[in-house]
């Protein structure tokens, strides 16, 4: 999709059914126009591997080209977790990018993508940072939340929609920073600054931040993930959680 912005979202997966990824990619499709993908397992999880069924590339890859996104893959690997991960695939989705964004294999994205990017357009000549865009965990009745929601937080959202910035200006450096959600990154003019987890952060200046009005929502269907996804993912968070708490942050 060519446009007065180039617009990229950044794919990280491992071990997900390649009918979940194809859905990722075309809700991507939707006001994307590239895809960075990579693959790869967490070493916290058992015997972590570094590559996936190749259905799954496949899969992406095929879903990409359909749609019309370009799509590069990042070289399979075992990453010490999610910062680790979601910063390779930032560094390769930043160049040549002017508005970068994770995707999830469990994210399904809808709205109206030519006034998504007309609006995105905007932003970006008027110097936005950061855009926060309509984010929805829906419930799944026939889940036993007790036994298979991934942690307290995925069963605190379930049913609730935020306003949460998930779309972010390419700048020179960015890094996620202490925890997969906050990023720190150098402005074109040298400011250091937060963004989403790390706006509050002391010493880092807060970004200039939109908040996206054109239709769209961004849905995160972790509830309704097939049970091995879920225990895989749950067994995880168990062991990054008390990492975290050993050491401070995550990796």
């Known amino acids: 999709m060519a446009g007065a912005v180039i617009i990229s979202l950044m794919l990280n997966w491992f071990d997900e059914p390649p009918e979940l990824l194809r859905q990722a990619v075309r809700g991507a499709a939707v006001f994307a126009d590239r895809i960075v993908a990579a693959d790869g397992a ?22 990409a080209d359909a749609c019309g996104l370009t799509c590069e893959f990042l070289p399979p690997q075992v990453y010490a ?31 109206d993508g030519p006034a998504i ?23 799944n009745p026939e889940l036993d939340m007790d036994e298979l929601a991934l942690n307290v937080w995925h069963i605190n959202e379930a049913g609730l929609e935020r306003s949460t910035p998930f779309i972010y200006r390419s700048m020179p450096e960015m890094r ?9 990154c150098r402005s ?4 250091e600054l937060g963004l989403f987890g790390a706006t509050l952060r002391p010493g880092l200046a807060r970004p200039k931040t939109g908040y996206l009005q054109a239709e769209h929502l961004f849905q995160h269907l972790c509830l309704f993930r097939e049970r091995k996804q879920i225990e895989r993912n749950r067994d995880y968070i168990a062991k990054r959680d008390a990492e975290v708490a050993r050491v401070g942050f995550e990796t």
């Open 42 to 63: 967490y070493s916290l999880v058992g015997e972590a591997e570094p590559r996936s069924d190749p259905e799954q590339t496949i899969a992406i890859a095929e879903e």
């Open 176 to 184: 996620y920073d202490t925890n997969h959600w906050s990023l720190v």
């Open 117 to 139: 990017r007309t609006e995105l357009e905007e932003m970006h000549a008027n110097g936005y940072e950061q855009v926060a865009v309509r984010f929805y965990q829906p419930e």
């Open 81 to 111: 977790g999610q910062v680790a991960k979601r910063t390779a695939c930032l560094q390769v989705a930043k160049e040549g990018s002017d508005w970068v964004l994770p995707l999830d294999a469990d994210w399904l994205i809808e709205g």
């Open 188 to 191: 074109e003019d040298g400011r």
